[in-house]
């Protein structure tokens, strides 16, 4: 009988230590803290329910084979607020689309912990502040869009360093200093920083401070 009950007991070790562990709570956390800090009168987000185990299920999210979050699409969503630092938590997380809303406040430079982060995009908002140095850390980025916001500041250098870049965007901002020239910058077209009254033309090297006219 002791025998049985210790080979049960085994079993069901076993067994526990085989379901795989569920890493969205945290996620959800993170996604539900982004709900309470926007305003969604179109009920947009009104499947985000933080009492399930992982916000897989709920609408305009998307998640990997294993229960991490991918995608946020919550572009055109008539959505106004501000983003929140608990998104750098989506470490998994390759898209970030919340273009088109009336979103406010500033960008945080936690996202800049998103290492899998392949699109940004913010364009279409009220965004201001500065272009966060830390997005500089985002070596996988292949889209930033973040035109058609309220931002101010200069590009910062640290995007140089992001070899995928291929589409960058900052136009109709306010924006100063000068316009990068090597690395990615050198392949996007000179209309994508136009309407930043205070941003010069290309950068001579050596000739002219980064951050001219951000004084």
């Not at 991490?68 to 055109?76: E, I, K, M, Y």
């Not at 898209?95 to 364009?123: F, M, R, V, W």
């Not at 908002?125 to 309220?150: A, E, M, W």
Request: proline share 6%; hydrophobic share 35%; net charge negative.
């Amino acid at each position: 009988m002791a025998m049985a009950a210790a080979c049960c007991l085994l079993t069901l070790t076993l067994t526990v230590s085989l379901v795989p562990l569920v890493f969205g709570n945290s996620e959800g956390d993170a996604l539900y803290t982004l709900r309470r800090s926007l305003s969604d009168p179109d009920n947009v987000l009104q499947s985000w329910d933080p009492t399930l185990v992982n916000p897989c299920t709920w609408f305009h999210i998307t998640c990997n084979q294993d229960n991490r979050v991918t995608r946020v699409d919550l572009g055109n969503s008539n959505l106004s607020g501000h983003l929140v630092p608990e998104l750098g938590k989506l470490e998994h997380l390759q898209y970030l689309e919340l273009y088109k809303n009336n979103i406010q406040g500033t960008i945080p430079a936690e996202l800049g912990n998103l290492k899998s982060l392949i699109s940004l995009d913010l364009y279409n908002n009220n965004i201001s502040g500065t272009i966060p140095s830390s997005l500089g850390k985002l070596k996988s980025l292949v889209f930033l869009r973040l035109n058609d916001n309220k931002l101010t500041g200069p590009i910062p250098r640290d995007l140089v360093g992001i070899s995928s870049l291929k589409v960058v965007d900052v136009s109709n901002n306010d924006l100063c200093g000068t316009i990068p020239t090597s690395g990615p910058f050198e392949h996007i077209p000179l209309n994508n920083f136009e309407n930043n009254h205070r941003l010069e033309g290309p950068e001579l090297l050596g000739l002219a401070s980064y951050d001219t006219n951000c004084s």
